[in-house]
T-cell receptor, first 111, second 115 residues
Framework: DAKTTQPNSMESNEEEPVHLPCNHSTISGTDYIHWYRQLPSQGPEYVIHGLTSNVNNRMASLAIAEDRKSSTLILHRATLRDAAVYYCILHSGGSNYKLTFGKGTLLTVNP | GAVVSQHPSWVICKSGTSVKIECRSLDFQATTMFWYRQFPKQSLMLMATSNEGSKATYEQGVEKDKFLINHASLTLSTLTVTSAHPEDSSFYIC???????????FGPGTRLTVL
């Protein structure tokens, strides 16, 4: 799977929007962009994923660049419960697939 | 929906003993389950992929005789750490392919401490 690059850490204030960037310049045409997050001392949880178009769900929005070499996870109003490590992962989908976790971005949310 | 549980949530054992960790999909069937290990302040590392009714596929560098994986049913996979040593102390996390084939559902993790 292609590699992703994320900032090691970011900080935000409660109730403000957060934009978490991810670079994936070697993405292939069949790679989906997945985001998972891991709260302290817990297993990861799925956040959102997309292929080419921007995606929205109840947790977040995913903005994908036109050339697909970068994407941004958007939390519209950060809460203290959003403090976690956010992982941007590429995968070409299908069944029986493996996820390769990078170091992710540690998001700190200030009250 | 799509809940994965792990048992126990934490375990402390003596060096040389074996420890079994269970991973269950509570409200769906999982053909494939994955086992990860996470050391403090590090990312998740995939250990193995297990498919129901067949042998697990281990990642390079993971000792299959030390980390025994059994996926006997569509809702249960077990990881047994045999002859555990202090360096095996880690956070073990399982996941399962769930109702959505493009999403993995993770368990809450099991913290293993080997004295």
């Amino acid at each position: 799977d292609a590699k992703t690059t994320q900032p090691n850490s970011m900080e935000s204030n409660e109730e403000e929007p957060v934009h978490l960037p991810c670079n994936h310049s070697t993405i292939s045409g069949t790679d989906y962009i997945h985001w998972y997050r891991q709260l302290p001392s817990q297993g990861p949880e799925y956040v959102i994923h997309g292929l080419t178009s921007n995606v929205n769900n109840r947790m977040a929005s995913l903005a994908i660049a036109e050339d697909r070499k970068s994407s941004t996870l958007i939390l519209h109003r950060a809460t203290l419960r959003d403090a976690a490590v956010y992982y941007c992962i590429l995968h070409s989908g299908g069944s029986n697939y493996k996820l390769t976790f990078g170091k992710g971005t540690l998001l700190t949310v200030n009250p | 929906g799509a809940v994965v549980s792990q048992h126990p949530s934490w375990v402390i054992c003596k060096s040389g003993t074996s420890v079994k960790i269970e991973c269950r999909s509570l409200d769906f069937q999982a053909t494939t389950m994955f086992w990860y290990r996470q050391f403090p302040k590090q990312s998740l590392m995939l250990m193995a992929t297990s498919n129901e009714g067949s042998k697990a596929t281990y990642e390079q560098g993971v000792e299959k005789d030390k980390f025994l994986i059994n996926h006997a049913s569509l809702t249960l996979s077990t990881l047994t750490v045999t002859s555990a040593h202090p360096e095996d102390s880690s956070f073990y996390i399982c996941s399962a392919d769930g109702p959505r084939t493009d999403t993995q559902y993770f368990g809450p993790g099991t913290r293993l401490t080997v004295l």
